[in-house]
């Protein structure tokens, strides 16, 4: 094997056990809070449980203990309603606006962009 060989070889190996390492030192220490918390609830300075009830059992089984989703309309319009105090927030006349649905039904809320 030739000296460029070795000195290749012995760099890869000392990368790659570098980036195990790394990955290890990751799962153990976990994310750091501003990384738990979704792109949008960071965006739009709001928590999960603005708009979810999240079972405790959640953070050890999130695919079967999913959080709740908004039942009624007017849950939304405590935001988006034309009289709510939420100043940012997009508003609409919830007694007309898309009736029958429910809002999460037209609107994806988690990307409220546009669904892309």
Same mark, same amino acid.
């Given at each position: 094997?030739?000296?460029?060989?070795?000195?290749?070889?012995?760099?890869?190996?000392?990368?790659?056990?570098?980036?195990?390492?790394?990955?290890?030192?990751?799962?153990?220490?976990?994310?750091?809070?501003?990384?738990?918390?979704?792109?949008?609830?960071?965006?739009?300075?709001?928590? #999960?449980? @603005? !708009? &979810?009830?999240?079972?405790?059992?959640? /953070?050890?089984? =999130?695919?079967?203990?999913? +959080?709740?989703?908004?039942?009624?309309?007017?849950? #939304?319009? @405590? !935001? &988006?309603?034309?009289?709510?105090?939420? /100043?940012?927030? =997009?508003?609409?006349?919830? +007694?007309?606006?898309?009736?029958?649905?429910?809002?999460?039904?037209?609107?994806?809320?988690?990307?409220?962009?546009?669904?892309?």
């Amino acid at each position: 094997m030739t000296y460029m060989k070795r000195v290749l070889i012995g760099a890869l190996s000392l990368v790659g056990r570098t980036a195990i390492v790394g990955m290890a030192v990751g799962l153990v220490i976990g994310p750091s809070s501003a990384e738990a918390i979704p792109a949008w609830s960071r965006k739009y300075q709001t928590g #999960c449980t @603005t !708009c &979810h009830t999240v079972p405790d059992r959640h /953070k050890t089984e =999130p695919r079967s203990a999913a +959080p709740s989703i908004p039942q009624r309309r007017e849950f #939304c319009g @405590t !935001c &988006h309603a034309k009289d709510a105090p939420e /100043k940012n927030a =997009p508003k609409v006349d919830i +007694p007309t606006h898309g009736s029958p649905y429910l809002c999460w039904q037209c609107h994806y809320p988690h990307l409220p962009e546009g669904r892309g």
